[in-house]
């Protein structure tokens, strides 16, 4: 049973600080790796994915993988209060498999 | 270019009543996954849709059930209900086309079900 892991929070940082989620996953074979936000009351939307090791940047966002820890990050640069949401992690894989496995996911609350 | 719409958004049902959600998806898209969401479990994969086929099927009782149109239109049923079936209910499409593609999963709104 592939899992995926991630704190629940909420992680709550000021407004203009880095805020760092992370996500664990279980299979070695994942291939493919999803970042999603889901504010309240609203379905979740794709922000950021990544298939290589390494760190991959779009605007303010940063997804960081590392296969070998089987660890996936994301990174919100100049946190903004409207970043304040549910952030999801989704992993696909192995080879094949490309239904996605979603973590719990962390909530995040950046105050002024 | 429209998104994925869901219907009903929210609805009240009883306990051992039986429920049918819609789900349209983005034009184009031939892949529908249908997911519950709840605050315990999180998104758990109901089952995908491709090409009136049902493709992959996650771990849920064969109360749940599905099928897709020719149209690529999905519904969800649900039958003799249960109070743990409360919860949100979310319909996904994806362009993905073959295994082993990966694709970003759009999400409809949800609807909403509620079991008294």
């Keep these: 049973q592939k899992e995926v892991e991630q704190n629940s929070g909420p992680l709550s940082v000021p407004e203009g600080a880095i805020a760092s989620l992370n996500c664990t996953y279980s299979d070695r074979g994942s291939q493919s790796f999803f970042w999603y936000r889901q504010y309240s009351g609203k379905s979740p939307e794709l922000i950021m994915f990544i298939y290589s090791n390494g760190d991959k940047e779009d605007g303010r966002f940063t997804a960081q993988l590392n296969k070998a820890s089987q660890y996936v990050s994301l990174l919100i640069r100049d946190s903004q209060p409207s970043d304040s949401a549910t952030y999801l992690c989704a992993v696909t894989g192995p080879r094949g498999s490309y239904i996605p496995t979603f973590g719990r996911g962390t909530s995040l609350i950046v105050h002024p | ?116």
């Excluded at chain 2, 049918?20 to 184009?28: A, E, K, V, Y």
């Excluded at chain 2, 998104?43 to 996650?58: A, C, D």
């Excluded at chain 2, 009782?61 to 897709?68: A, I, K, M």
């Design chain 2, 1 to 116: 270019k429209a998104g994925v719409t869901q219907t009903p958004r929210y609805l009240i049902k009883t306990r051992g009543q039986q429920v049918t959600l819609s789900c349209s998806p983005i034009s184009g898209h031939r892949s529908v996954s249908w997911y519950q969401q709840t605050p315990g479990q999180g998104l758990q994969f109901l089952f995908e849709y491709f090409s009136e086929t049902q493709r992959n099927k996650g771990n849920f009782p064969g109360r749940f059930s599905g099928r897709q149109f020719s149209n690529s239109r999905s519904e969800m049923n649900v039958s003799t209900l249960e109070l743990g079936d409360s919860a949100l209910y979310l319909c996904a499409s994806s362009l993905v086309a073959l295994a082993g593609d990966t694709g970003e999963l759009f999400f409809g709104e949800g609807s909403r079900l509620t079991v008294l």
